[in-house]
């Protein structure tokens, strides 16, 4: 009982300290220097753009429908199981 006492306060805590965060955007430490800029590009990447996935990363979805019915060729691996 004690214990399924000490994990529930555990999961509770943890659950109150991981809803606290900041809420504004990332800077760097004191004393660093900002991130280094990509070979080939004229400036450093804001970070909207990289936080934005591309769309390798999502591709578009295709929902093209079946426009008319088709037989289907015969397939000469297709075939019933043993037994």
Known sequence: ???TRRILATLAA???LGACGSKED???AAGQPAAA???GADRAPTTEELTT???QARPARSDELLKRSERREADDFDLPPPG
């Open 53 to 55: 996935p591309d769309a």
């Open 1 to 3: 009982m004690a214990t």
């Open 26 to 28: 990332l800077k760097p």
């Open 37 to 39: 800029i990509p070979i």
């Open 14 to 16: 943890t659950a109150l």
